[in-house]
């Protein structure tokens, strides 16, 4: 990408601490984003997806503290700032749609309003004119009848609908970045297909960069620009998505989308199992963390873990001592759609 990245989240740690448990669930990250592009972080669930988004926005569980790294919004240093610093960049700055729009909006507030709400917190607009622009942003989001679904209760929406009003909260005050934390969770794929429509639709016409999250390499395939892929709280393959796609070197990303079904392939064709569980992160391996799950596994993978070595001069990096080459391409059928 051309220019500075509006995001730059450098070695991340976050550590979460129950009791005298303690656990590094976001161990040494690092990404940047920049204006109108979309990064996916993909991973299995508990892979330290979410916690990195919640890293991002300082908006930690009891126990979770930031014990290492620097992220970095437009030039300012968020690590470090007070609380109340950061409530002004949550919302302002950086939006973020949460995994379930049904809990994360108030059933007891009309959908207009909370929408509008972040418009009278951050932008001190009277009511009038912050229903002026909540109707506005429901319009851009392509909710139905806007002026009247305004006064509607979330339980009266579909989860299409929620999601979308989600969407249009989180876009209220112009953020130079949105998180979007499964956005399309829960959702059918025709539901699905439209979501991810409009956040594309968005990131070209309001120039922002977007962090999408997901455990769904078909919805990375046909909406993102760049890949992380996220493995025990570690990247462990990251580039741009048609070579992450079409060259893949780690063994868990090969994986991964080979989990994915593939609508265009041959008919006999098997969805793959990954076996067994993520390792504990309270305790993990000494080598590499994909180790004991790997058909690769050799013993320098066991004793040592590896570094994220270059692949070319595009920003492709795996983290393998044995990686693949010539993998066969599968569950590319969203990608091929769109082209």
Same mark, same amino acid.
């Given at each position: 990408?051309?220019?500075?990245?509006?995001?730059?989240?450098?070695?991340?740690?976050?550590?979460?601490?129950?009791?005298?448990?303690?656990?590094?669930?976001?161990?040494?990250?690092?990404?940047?984003?920049?204006?109108?592009?979309?990064?996916?972080?993909?991973?299995?669930?508990?892979?330290?997806?979410?916690?990195?988004?919640?890293?991002?926005?300082?908006?930690?569980?009891?126990?979770?503290?930031?014990?290492?790294?620097?992220?970095?919004?437009?030039?300012?240093?968020?690590?470090?700032?007070?609380?109340?610093?950061? &409530?002004?960049?949550?919302?302002?700055?950086?939006?973020?749609?949460?995994?379930?729009?049904?809990?994360?909006?108030?059933?007891?507030?009309?959908?207009?309003?909370?929408?509008?709400?972040?418009?009278?917190?951050?932008?001190?607009?009277?009511?009038?004119?912050?229903?002026?622009?909540?109707?506005?942003?429901?319009?851009?989001?392509?909710?139905?009848?806007?002026?009247?679904?305004?006064?509607?209760?979330?339980?009266?929406?579909?989860?299409?609908?929620?999601?979308?009003?989600?969407?249009?909260?989180?876009?209220?005050?112009?953020?130079?970045?949105?998180?979007?934390?499964?956005?399309?969770?829960?959702?059918?794929?025709?539901?699905?297909?439209?979501?991810?429509?409009?956040?594309?639709?968005?990131?070209?016409?309001?120039?922002?960069?977007?962090?999408?999250?997901?455990?769904?390499?078909?919805?990375?395939?046909?909406?993102?620009?760049?890949?992380?892929?996220?493995?025990?709280?570690?990247?462990?393959?990251?580039?741009?998505?048609?070579?992450?796609?079409?060259?893949?070197?780690?063994?868990?990303?090969?994986?991964?989308?080979?989990?994915?079904?593939?609508?265009?392939?041959?008919?006999?064709?098997?969805?793959?199992?990954?076996?067994?569980?993520?390792?504990?992160?309270?305790?993990?391996?000494?080598?590499?963390?994909?180790?004991?799950?790997?058909?690769?596994?050799?013993?320098?993978?066991?004793?040592?873990?590896?570094?994220?070595?270059?692949?070319?001069?595009?920003?492709?990096?795996?983290? &393998?001592?044995?990686?693949?080459?010539?993998?066969?391409?599968?569950?590319?059928?969203?990608?091929?759609?769109?082209?």
């Amino acid at each position: 990408m051309v220019g500075e990245p509006i995001l730059e989240v450098r070695d991340l740690r976050t550590e979460i601490r129950d009791g005298a448990r303690s656990v590094l669930a976001v161990d040494g990250v690092s990404f940047d984003v920049h204006a109108g592009e979309i990064v996916s972080v993909v991973g299995e669930s508990g892979c330290g997806k979410t916690l990195t988004a919640r890293s991002i926005i300082g908006l930690l569980p009891p126990g979770g503290k930031i014990t290492f790294g620097s992220v970095r919004l437009a030039g300012r240093e968020l690590v470090g700032l007070p609380e109340r610093s950061l &409530c002004q960049v949550r919302g302002n700055e950086i939006g973020m749609i949460f995994q379930d729009p049904m809990t994360s909006l108030n059933p007891t507030k009309r959908i207009g309003d909370q929408v509008a709400e972040t418009l009278r917190l951050h932008w001190g607009w009277d009511k009038r004119r912050s229903r002026e622009r909540a109707v506005e942003m429901l319009k851009i989001v392509e909710v139905p009848s806007a002026e009247e679904r305004y006064d509607a209760y979330p339980h009266q929406l579909s989860g299409g609908m929620r999601q979308r009003v989600m969407i249009a909260g989180a876009l209220a005050c112009e953020p130079k970045i949105l998180i979007a934390d499964e956005p399309t969770t829960a959702l059918d794929v025709t539901v699905q297909a439209q979501i991810l429509s409009v956040l594309d639709n968005l990131r070209h016409r309001l120039a922002i960069g977007i962090v999408l999250i997901t455990h769904d390499f078909g919805v990375v395939a046909s909406l993102a620009d760049r890949v992380e892929v996220m493995y025990a709280a570690r990247i462990v393959e990251e580039g741009p998505v048609e070579d992450i796609l079409e060259r893949r070197r780690h063994p868990y990303t090969d994986a991964l989308l080979r989990t994915v079904p593939n609508l265009h392939g041959e008919r006999a064709y098997r969805l793959a199992v990954i076996p067994g569980r993520p390792p504990d992160l309270a305790s993990p391996p000494v080598g590499c963390r994909f180790a004991p799950r790997c058909a690769r596994v050799q013993p320098a993978c066991i004793a040592q873990e590896p570094e994220l070595h270059q692949v070319g001069d595009d920003g492709h990096r795996y983290r &393998c001592f044995f990686p693949l080459e010539g993998v066969e391409i599968r569950g590319t059928a969203e990608r091929e759609q769109r082209e």
